[in-house]
């Protein structure tokens, strides 16, 4: 009888188990590198800064911007504005009409709130900001409703022409580039967003008057509301 000799080779399985391996090295390297860049994009990304828990929000600040200095006040009037706001700018002639009515009375202070609709409303609060830490706030304020019109409602940056405005208005260029780009000059915007929020602000211009919210139908109304509080 003949007998049969059975060749022994590798098994056929051997290969894929291979195949296998290698696939589940290069699937560790992979995501071992990925938790790496994770862990770096983590730890040199700014913190955001968290709303303001309900304890923490304020309606005035003490930094917010009063804009008239009663000797004996009556009453507060905060406004929430975005200088890209076509309806904050319509509302400015009003706003300073009773500024000069009431101002000798009334607090009136300025908050902003930069709407996300609006692409330049951020930077133009910054440029803002920037221009207020030289003392220049309310000259700024002005510029931007007077030139809305130039610049609202753009996509592209309008960053380097509020700089020829921080130039027009004789500030130090250097000093406004270094606040316009600090965190803290951010960090001042986005807790008046923050405040604002949490007040219930969901567009611009918002007042309130003494803490309370306005709904306004009308120039009269709202003169009327202010003269009855300065009493």
């Known amino acids: 009888m003949t007998q049969t000799t059975t060749k022994s080779g590798p098994n056929p399985s051997d290969p894929a188990k291979k195949a296998r391996?290698?696939?589940?090295?290069?699937?560790?390297?992979?995501?071992?590198?990925?938790?790496?860049?994770?862990?770096?994009?983590?730890?040199?990304?700014?913190?955001?800064?968290?709303?303001?828990?309900?304890?923490?929000?304020?309606?005035?600040?003490?930094?917010?911007?009063?804009?008239?200095?009663?000797?004996?006040?009556?009453?507060?009037?905060?406004?929430?504005?975005?200088?890209?706001?076509?309806?904050?700018?319509?509302?400015?002639?009003?706003v300073q009409e009773l500024k000069q009515e009431f101002g000798d009375r009334i607090t009136f202070v300025h908050r902003y709130f930069p709407l996300p609709g609006h692409r330049n409303s951020g930077q133009a609060?910054?440029?803002?900001?920037?221009?207020?830490?030289?003392?220049?706030?309310?000259?700024?304020?002005?510029?931007?409703?007077?030139?809305?019109?130039?610049?609202?409602?753009?996509?592209?940056?309008?960053?380097?022409?509020?700089?020829?405005?921080?130039?027009?208005?004789?500030?130090?260029?250097?000093?406004y580039d270094a606040a316009v780009s600090a965190e803290s000059t951010k960090d001042r915007i986005r807790k008046d967003v923050a405040d604002g929020t949490a007040l219930g602000v969901t567009g611009t211009p918002t007042f309130f008057l003494d803490g309370k919210k306005l709904v306004l139908d009308s120039e009269e109304q709202f003169r009327q509301l202010l003269s009855d509080a300065a009493k």
């Open 21 to 94: 391996l290698v696939v589940w090295i290069l699937l560790a390297v992979i995501v071992a590198g990925g938790l790496v860049w994770y862990a770096v994009a983590t730890a040199t990304k700014p913190a955001p800064t968290p709303p303001p828990a309900a304890a923490d929000v304020q309606l005035v600040r003490e930094d917010s911007h009063r804009v008239t200095s009663p000797a004996s006040e009556q009453a507060q009037l905060v406004e929430f504005l975005d200088f890209e706001c076509e309806s904050c700018r319509a509302a400015e002639p009003l």
């Open 125 to 175: 609060a910054l440029a803002v900001e920037a221009a207020a830490q030289q003392g220049k706030y309310e000259q700024m304020y002005a510029k931007m409703f007077d030139t809305q019109p130039q610049w609202g409602n753009k996509q592209d940056s309008q960053a380097a022409l509020f700089r020829t405005f921080a130039q027009e208005l004789g500030l130090d260029l250097n000093a």
